[in-house]
């Protein structure tokens, strides 16, 4: 029921969901760009559209009143993002305890414009020995779906060549808000 109602809600609103799903049952997916809160309703009727159950994290700020609840029940984890608590091993023992897990986050970590992507889910697929699924939103043509899935080889700049060529063409709905995509050099 949920399914049939996604796909006739994302139909009136004037969107199309691009979805092949992975063969694999476990990865992380990110989703990008992410400059509007518009993106996760949007995300959620296409996840809901394809019957995918999708774990994610929020800040903790969020899960508050009934948004709490609501939050838990559509798969959100809240995050304390002031403390930093092994969350790389904490999502990667997930996975290993779980026989499907879909993963999902935005790597520029926030709807404003960012300098760098955050690179945990890069170090949790490897951690977990996942695939990454790359999920898109592109506001001008109204699509939202699932890409290119790849093993990430523990070369990251390599593997951020690929990530970066997928999401070239796709535009947030305020694409001043989004930055470069490139990673923090240590």
């Avoid at 159950?53 to 798969?75: C, E, H, N, S």
């Avoid at 305890?97 to 889910?121: A, H, N, Q, V």
């Avoid at 020995?129 to 001008?140: E, N, Q, S, T």
Wanted: glycine share 8%.
């Amino acid at each position: 029921m949920l399914k049939v109602f996604s796909k006739v809600i994302l139909k009136l609103i004037g969107w199309h969901a691009d979805v092949t799903l992975p063969e694999e049952k476990k990865y992380v997916m990110i989703g990008a760009p992410h400059t509007t809160n518009w993106d996760l309703p949007i995300g959620l009727l296409c996840f809901w559209s394809a019957s995918i159950r999708l774990t994610w994290v929020g800040k903790k700020q969020l899960f508050i009143g009934p948004f709490d609840y609501l939050f838990r029940a559509l798969g959100g984890i809240p995050v304390d993002r002031s403390v930093h608590t092994g969350f790389i091993d904490q999502i990667a023992h997930q996975f290993d305890s779980r026989d499907e897990m879909i993963f999902g986050l935005t790597p520029e970590g926030t709807r404003s414009r960012t300098e760098y992507w955050k690179t945990g889910f890069y170090y949790i697929a490897l951690k977990a020995k996942v695939p990454i699924c790359l999920a898109y939103v592109d506001f001008p043509s109204r699509t939202i779906g699932f890409g290119k899935t790849f093993i990430p080889t523990g070369d990251i700049d390599k593997d951020f060549e690929i990530i970066k060529s997928f999401y070239q063409d796709k535009t947030g709905k305020c694409p001043e808000h989004q930055g470069p995509i490139r990673i923090r050099k240590k």
